[in-house]
């Protein structure tokens, strides 16, 4: 069968998986991936002779000159060990900082035993923070991401005893990590786990668009009309909405297709299918905001490099 198109932009030939073979190194000898455990002064300057004022000869238009400072001078310094009291909150997990600032204004948080109300209060080493009674430690802050199997549900925990994503990345740290957003129990692909509140916050609310990527795997061909109702929108009981983007994945048959949406919303991208008659048989997230599955097999995770890191936060 021939391959269709729908001429707007690439195809989504990319989504295609491709197997590859993936060998995992030693963990002394680099970063690899892993399955169910883990996959490096400014110089003081002192004139030695002092500085001269040329004195202006009657022919010369004369501006007194400033008095001039001693480079030896010390510049100030900062206690860089003092951090702002909504910053460890937020570090630590318990909200934003613009949520830490309205604990702090309630009076539920305390710094050694004396609750603060002030803004902006920075606390020491050594200092105990306390909110709502309760003892807050800071982690630094971990950033894991998964390439998520089926059947694994994305909660912390299940009282029904189902398995959940938090059981492949319990030895990925020692800090306690929550997923970014989530997936249903069918659908794999990628799946951010972090402590940071404000980034989690950032990538989920929708004023920032972060988009995200689905190959769609469906029951049978999709008609080039269908195509063109997922890019104008389609109304479902929750309102309208459509994808950024839908191409046809090349020598499917038509039957599987690529899609870029923005939208968070619960099982969206199998809604928006199933109010065309379509049922979808396979979903697999490729891409969350930058984050991509590349070289990253089904059931193991990695941790974000520093570069990756800054440029969700950045973007």
Not at 54 to 61: A, D, G, H, I, L
Not at 72 to 86: A, K, S, V, W, Y
Not at 95 to 101: F, I, K, P
């Amino acid at each position: 069968m021939n391959t269709r198109k729908t001429g707007k932009g690439d195809s989504f030939s990319k989504f295609k998986d491709k197997k590859k073979s993936i060998k995992v190194s030693n963990p002394t000898k680099g970063k690899p991936a892993f399955k169910g455990k883990p996959a490096p002064n400014a110089t003081t300057i002192t004139p030695t002779t002092e500085s001269k004022i040329e004195t202006p000869t009657p022919n010369k238009k004369f501006f007194p000159q400033k008095e001039r400072v001693r480079k030896g001078d010390p510049m100030p310094t900062f206690n860089e060990n003092e951090i702002r009291l909504n910053k460890f909150l937020s570090n630590a997990g318990v909200a934003s900082r613009r949520e830490a600032d309205v604990l702090i204004g309630s009076g539920v948080v305390s710094v050694n035993d004396v609750i603060v109300l002030e803004m902006g209060y920075k606390i020491k080493p050594g200092d105990i923070v306390k909110y709502d009674g309760q003892t807050i430690n800071a982690e630094p802050k971990r950033y894991v991401l998964l390439n998520k199997p089926k059947d694994f549900i994305t909660t912390m925990d299940d009282p029904l005893g189902r398995k959940t994503v938090m059981t492949l990345v319990r030895k990925a740290c020692k800090e306690r990590i929550y997923p970014v957003g989530r997936l249903d129990r069918d659908t794999t692909g990628v799946l951010l786990f972090t402590n940071d509140g404000d980034l989690a916050k950032k990538l989920t609310h929708p004023r920032y668009n972060a988009s995200k990527i689905y190959h769609v795997e469906l029951n049978k061909a999709v008609i080039m009309e269908d195509v063109e109702k997922l890019r104008k929108g389609i109304v479902l009981e929750d309102g309208k909405i459509a994808c950024d983007k839908a191409e046809f994945i090349p020598n499917t048959g038509s039957r599987e297709i690529g899609v870029e949406i923005h939208s968070g919303k619960n099982r969206i991208v199998r809604r928006m299918f199933e109010a065309l008659g379509y049922t979808v048989v396979k979903l697999d997230r490729v891409q969350f905001a930058s984050l991509t599955k590349k070289d990253l097999p089904r059931g193991f995770y990695r941790h974000l490099t520093e570069k990756e890191v800054a440029f969700l936060k950045m973007s």
